[in-house]
């Protein structure tokens, strides 16, 4: 019990150890991001075998601590990004099953960035954040889909499509299908990449356009109305648009 009650109060308490650990977690996500894409370019070598291990092994274990703390286990491992943390296991410890399944490790990050407990943190440590958090999850989820496409068309093709050599030619061609640019130089094979080609040119466009809606649309700040509780305010607004309750919105410029 003491081991569970443990594990809790790091992947959800509000102790600076507690914060630690979840940034350290999002940088692990990272590094095995840039990990998963400089390899994809180097030769397989029995050291590129250990480190996939050896990620393999810290990813089952965060994956069995999840779990572990869970309070509805079911539910949470039929959720899909934790089939995705499973698929993501098995490519790292058995690599046989290719290094492109690997890019659904990727999906962690989005889960990481979308717990409350590391938003909040995110929120108080960085005004960068607080100014920018729908832009920088728009990009997030983007970015995502595309190294995710990248490794399903790198993974599929690169046995028997000529075209598809390495990483860079998967994402090149993944980028080409999303921007619905369709240069023709590089093209899917067999029924599989044509309904990849579909996918990454339905979903990613529409992603696409959220990101830029974000751009787009006024810039606002996160301030819970005391009266009505509506969240998104102008940055320069002095009453709630819904109940016109008078606000005291932070400003960080202020001495």
Not at 28 to 50: A, G, H, K, M, Y
Not at 136 to 165: C, D, R
């Amino acid at each position: 019990m003491r081991v569970i009650e443990k594990l809790r109060a790091l992947y959800e308490g509000d102790t600076p150890e507690a914060h630690r650990f979840r940034y350290g977690l999002l940088v692990f996500d990272l590094t095995t991001i840039l990990f998963i894409v400089v390899s994809s370019f180097l030769p397989r070598t029995i050291v590129l075998e250990v480190v996939d291990v050896v990620i393999g092994l810290i990813v089952l274990a965060d994956f069995s601590a999840r779990i572990a703390i869970s309070r509805n286990r079911w539910k949470d491992f039929a959720h899909p990004v934790t089939l995705a943390d499973v698929a993501a296991i098995v490519s790292f410890l058995a690599p046989v099953a290719g290094e492109g399944i690997g890019f659904l490790r990727i999906l962690r990050t989005v889960r990481l960035l979308r717990t409350y407990q590391l938003l909040v943190r995110l929120r108080a440590d960085s005004p960068f954040f607080r100014r920018n958090e729908d832009l920088i999850v728009a990009t997030v989820n983007l970015g995502v889909f595309i190294f995710i496409m990248t490794g399903f068309v790198y993974e599929t093709q690169h046995w028997s499509n000529p075209k598809i050599g390495n990483y860079v030619d998967a994402l090149y061609f993944t980028i080409a299908a999303l921007t619905t640019t369709g240069f023709g130089d590089i093209t899917l094979t067999g029924t599989l990449g044509h309904l990849l080609s579909v996918a990454i040119m339905i979903f990613g466009v529409t992603l696409f356009l959220r990101l830029v809606q974000v751009l787009l649309r006024p810039n606002k700040v996160r301030h819970p109305c005391p009266v009505c509780g509506l969240l998104r305010h102008d940055r320069d607004a002095v009453h709630c648009k819904a109940c016109g309750t008078i606000l005291n919105i932070p400003d960080e410029g202020a001495v």
